[in-house]
């Protein structure tokens, strides 16, 4: 877990999100924080690119659910489930 997160910066999902057709690793870009009303972990809004530039997602989630890029790790893609 990363903590303090910035707007705008690029973070990865710690965990699949399976409703939403997201994986463990993809990455997205913080678009809002969201400061728990009572002092606890604040809430990230990520919103998820195609390997295009598409939005494919934007969700809120945990701030412990997500980790800061480091310069030591590899894009990847994959194909996106589709609902049908």
């Given at each position: 877990m990363i903590s303090?997160?910035?707007?705008?910066?690029q973070?990865?999902?710690?965990?699949?999100?399976?409703?939403?057709?997201?994986?463990r690793g993809d990455v997205g870009t913080v678009v809002e924080i969201?400061?728990?009303p009572?002092?606890?972990?604040?809430?990230?809004?990520l919103e998820v690119f195609s390997a295009v530039?598409?939005?494919i997602a934007?969700?809120?989630?945990?701030e412990t659910q997500l980790e800061a890029l480091s310069?030591?790790?590899v894009w990847s893609v994959r194909r996106m489930a589709r609902a049908s």
């Open positions: 303090m997160l910035k707007l705008h910066q973070a990865a999902l710690t965990a699949d999100l399976p409703d939403r057709g997201l994986k969201l400061p728990h009572q002092g606890g972990v604040r809430g990230v809004m530039g598409d939005t934007v969700v809120t989630v945990p310069a030591d790790e």
